[in-house]
């Protein structure tokens, strides 16, 4: 499927013998001289009689070689834009269909009785805290903020910092759709085990490692922390910042931390969840849930459409000897190989400020260059170690405790990418090298993505304020309008084509 996905040193590129014959033509066309203009081969006449040299050639040839050059990078950046594109088009419906259930959970799950079911440190509560997570947001930055809330109530340090906040970024479900579209079943069901893997080793640090003092201290710094806070996605909300919106609610002002989180907002989600009753067909229940899938998508389309653009480009322009260089430290299934690619699969993870979904395209383009199954792993897993959320662990729970948490994270995506490493390769379950996708027909996909996108807009719509559907009715009238016009219109002229034709 991702054929055309390819390092621009691999011969068999159409696109690359293209550019390679655009400049080869751009050169030799400047070189012979019967398709200069006469005027170019002569120079004017001097004071002495004498016709004065042509130009020089040189830079005639260097205007040709840059515009060769120009072409191929255009014709690069048109094949990045492919690869985008068609990564996009496999994932649409596994994107809308998780934020959807990811909305669900978000109205329907009580933020309390979690915490009933995390305060103590035990396999229980974390095992709880990893379910917990899976099932709730995949936004990076909305985790962070779910999680402090959780841990400022008591949560334990295990089954909060550790197992919910990795699995609500790593273990969810739209993630698992995304890996499963773009790598294969393999990578997904490694996905699912290395994260089982990273959430125990999460747990042994904070239980084993982690001065219980420390904890109490972060705790009590959380706690203390006076900020205001955005009433969407919880992060902070600093009034004096240029991009926070301020808007009043009932009487009651709310501070947002950026105008998406903003448009996102509704008043009416601002109440207890439910898990049982009447209130679960609640047709109020379900907008709310829908306006909750929107609020995702707001936070996380950046991230999202950015992974897919860095995996358009670095597929397009990097040559797989770079990536040889960087990843290929090491013999081929020596000890040093292995490790060296997980480690440094980890370390790109840190590096690229994408979310978990966001990084799965990189992740493929990683794949395709040699790196290792578990290496891939690793990558994926290192997304909560990036440096924004560093700076928010610190600023939420004092500077020891931040080092704690991006030290935890980063271990536990290397050992979790070792350990899959070893136990698929040891199964015969490491797919071969560079293979991806596959696991649904292209005709499925268009069915998925064909039904997806009246189920997004209706989610767009029910999330609008009622003035802004009135506005957006109003802009669409007429265009609809004019379809069915045209439309009858062409029918129409079919008909009458055919009563020409004696066929009623």
Known sequence: MHAVIHPVTDAPS??????????????????????????????????????????????????????????????????????????????????????????????????DRLTDYLGDDGWREVGYGALFGASSSSCSFSAVATTRSLFTKGASAAASLGAFQFASTDLVLELALVVTLLLGWQFAAAEIVGGLVAVAVLAVVYRRFVPQSWIERARAHARALQEIECATCGMAAD?????????????????????????????????????????????????????????????????????????????????????????????EGSVLRLVSNVVLGAVVGVVT?????????????????????????????????????????RRYYGTRMAAVIAVAFFLAAVVAGLVVELVFGALGLVPPAGATGGTVSGTYTALFNVVAVPIFAVQVYVALEPEQRVRLGNRLAPHIAGIIIRTQQFLERIAYALEDRGLK
């Not at 009932?250 to 109440?271: L, Q």
């Not at 493929?364 to 897993?381: D, R």
């Open 353 to 393: 400020f994408l979310c978990s979904v966001g990084n799965v395209p990189f992740a493929v383009v990683l794949w395709q260059n040699g790196v290792s199954f578990g290496g891939v792993l690793a990558f994926i897993f290192a997304d909560l170690v990036i440096l924004p959320l560093v700076r928010t662990y």
């Open 14 to 111: 159409l696109v690359a013998a293209q550019t390679r014959l655009l400049v080869s033509l751009a050169v030799a066309t400047v070189d012979h001289g019967p398709l200069r203009p006469a005027a170019v081969a002569r120079g004017p006449p001097t004071g002495l009689g004498l016709v004065s040299p042509a130009p020089n050639e040189g830079s005639l040839e260097f205007a040709a070689r840059l515009a060769g050059l120009l072409g191929a990078v255009l014709l690069r950046l048109l094949e990045a834009a492919v690869i985008a594109f068609e990564m996009a088009w496999d994932t649409w419906w596994a994107l809308v269909l998780g934020f959807t259930i990811t909305g669900a959970v978000q109205e329907f799950v009580s933020e």
């Open 239 to 331: 009034p004096t910042d240029e991009e926070t919106v301020a808007a009043e609610f009932d009487g009651e002002r709310r501070h947002f931390c950026c105008g998406g989180c903003r448009n996102a907002y509704d008043p009416s989600t601002d109440r207890e969840p439910v898990t049982a009753g009447p209130e679960l067909l609640s047709g109020d229940r379900w907008a709310s849930a829908t306006a909750n899938a929107i609020r995702e998508w707001d936070m996380l389309w950046r991230d999202v459409v950015l992974g897919f653009a860095i995996a358009g480009l670095l597929a397009a322009f990097v040559p797989t000897a770079w990536w040889t260089a960087v990843f290929g430290v090491g013999a």
